[in-house]
């Protein structure tokens, strides 16, 4: 059935708050909360609350609730957050002495201004299923957010879990990345140019909040989150990024990155990094009782060895492509996404989980683990047909084509992307082996790609490790090849010629809903028809079941 946001609100209004200690103030001029409210990081006994206010120029105290009921007459945690400047009048406060595996209703009030009512739940300690809904790559501009809407009207989510690329830092220009949906449906990013200070990344964030289908979602379950690459800039590394670059008035690394995760630790509702830890350190793990540890990884800032690329590292020798040599390049140890602190902190916690008899372990990772070579255009085309296509592409699209054909077909089976695991597939060799050694039931969520995918996940010497859902992007662009090869069909192609998928697909946007039980794991595509009108339908497109072994995991069956 088509969804309309007219009628799937979320967000309540409030009626009278009743009074905390302390005499009542009359409403502040132009005081609003209008970027919503939020929740996140629960455990069983707490849960990160967030809000903001606007129309504030000097330092504030906002008052917190949490209440059983909606009426917010059995309140059982209440407190106040002084905000100001420095913080961009965020205000995030770590509701303490909740009960294990309850729902509640939480507000903020701020001088008699009461803010919209927010939904979230602690962890429990003992239960039958876990629903999680996964998402990533929202690109504000490129469309609306209908999936978000979507999951904010579930009648079960335990928990959102976004796996990055939560905001997009590229500007308006007419050539800038989502803009040709953009300028169609007034989605302008603010600023309207590439963000690159601490004031950049706090109003892009603050656009983003001002989002009602963004803010449905937030306020219908807590949230767990982990930064991918755009809330900085694209294709990062611990050096340095892609996107990044000083000599066009860029600033220096350090300084970007300090500035974006400032501003998201500010405007998301995730737990403050410990005293003495990197803002960068954002790798954790949330227990939901017996059924599932989720467990957060961090592969952009911490460790990540500057990703190769098949332009500059790819020599040539004796005029001719040395793979040899770039695959030996490839599979150097010493290339690293977690480093050596986070691998021991996930094989201790893998180790923990199993030993406490927790039945899967889900990792929230931001790109994709699975090996996948690229496409073999000669095995979809045949050789006449490749040669035919050729002739006709325009010179610098040839060349590229060209360049694929050389690196995926003729046996070479280079890896497609060389920003995820498949460009280090040592250290994906090496959290193969901690899983291994845990006995861990694993399944890995990846989001990056915008694309969805079921993947069995195999070592080196062929064992099958763990299963692996991709989920596609809530708005930012599919179909990555097809202004170049539109008879193509990319994600079929990888799929036919890849053995450790099963299935992909690139034809729509969506999220990754996730139901785990005792003995299975049941990971559904949910696809949404449009994200350029805000009337929709949501169905599951697609849904892959595997079932708990004694230790590890089945193969995947697919249904639908």
Not at 55 to 80: E, H, L, Y
Not at 350 to 367: E, K, P
Request: glycine content about 8%; overall charge negative; aromatic content about 8%.
């Amino acid at each position: 059935m088509p969804l309309n946001r007219r009628t799937l609100l979320s967000l309540s209004v409030l009626p009278a708050i009743p009074a905390f200690s302390g005499s009542a103030e009359a409403p502040a001029q132009g005081l609003r909360f209008d970027h919503g409210v939020a929740s996140g990081d629960p455990l069983t006994d707490r849960v990160v609350l967030w809000t903001r206010v606007s129309g504030m120029d000097k330092p504030v105290d906002v008052m917190w609730q949490v209440a059983r009921d909606d009426t917010f007459s059995d309140i059982v945690a209440q407190g106040r957050f002084t905000t100001d400047a420095g913080r961009d009048y965020t205000v995030k406060a770590d509701a303490t002495g909740l009960k294990p595996g309850a729902s509640y209703v939480y507000r903020f009030t701020c001088n008699g201004v009461t803010s919209p009512v927010g939904r979230t739940q602690t962890l429990p300690e003992a239960t039958d299923d876990v629903v999680l809904a996964v998402v990533s790559c929202s690109l504000h501009s490129n469309g609306y957010f209908n999936a978000y809407r979507h999951i904010a009207g579930l009648d079960r989510v335990d928990a959102v879990v976004h796996l990055g690329d939560y905001i997009y830092e590229y500007g308006a220009g007419p050539d800038d990345y989502g803009m040709g949906n953009g300028r169609s449906l007034g989605r302008t990013p603010e600023p309207p140019y590439e963000i690159v200070t601490l004031a950049d990344y706090r109003t892009r964030h603050a656009q983003y909040k001002r989002d009602e289908d963004l803010q449905a979602a937030h306020a219908r379950a807590p949230w767990i989150c982990v930064f991918d690459d755009h809330e900085i800039c694209n294709n990062p590394w611990v050096g340095g990024a892609e996107n990044h670059n000083p000599e066009k008035g860029e600033g220096r690394w350090w300084d970007r990155k300090a500035a974006a995760l400032k501003a998201y630790r500010e405007w998301m509702p995730i737990r403050d990094p410990e005293p003495k830890q990197l803002s960068e350190t954002i790798y954790r793990a949330f227990r939901f009782g017996h059924i599932a540890e989720l467990i957060m990884l961090e592969t952009r800032l911490l460790a990540r060895s500057k990703q190769l690329d098949y332009g500059t590292d790819l020599k040539i020798v004796d005029g001719k492509p040395d793979y040899r040599g770039f695959t030996h390049a490839l599979n150097d140890p010493g290339r690293q996404l977690l480093g050596p602190q986070q691998r021991q902190w996930l094989g201790e916690t893998l180790t923990a989980s199993v030993r406490d008899g927790v039945r899967w372990q889900v990792l929230g990772n931001q790109v994709l683990m699975a090996k996948v070579p690229g496409p073999d255009l000669v095995r979809v085309f045949g050789a006449d047909r490749v040669g035919q296509v050729l002739a006709v592409l325009p010179e610098d699209t040839r060349a590229k084509v060209q360049a694929m054909i050389g690196l995926f077909s003729g046996g070479n089976s280079m890896p497609f992307n060389l920003d995820a695991w498949d460009g280090y597939p040592a250290e994906r060799e090496r959290v193969y082996d901690l899983i291994k050694a845990s006995g861990a039931r694993v399944v890995v969520t990846s989001g990056d790609s915008h694309t969805a995918w079921a993947n069995e996940l195999h070592d080196n010497a062929g064992k099958r490790v763990a299963v692996e859902l991709g989920v596609t992007s809530v708005t930012s662009p599919t179909k990555f090849l097809d202004a170049w090869l539109p008879d193509l069909q990319l994600a079929k192609t990888l799929a036919e010629q890849n053995p450790e998928v099963i299935a992909a697909d690139d034809s729509y946007n969506g999220y990754v809903r996730l139901t785990l039980t005792t003995e299975t794991m049941v990971g559904e595509w949910m696809s949404v028809d449009t994200i350029t009108s805000t009337t929709f339908a949501c169905t599951p497109q697609k849904r892959f079941t595997a079932r708990a072994e004694a230790t590890g995991v089945s193969a995947l069956t697919v249904s639908g």
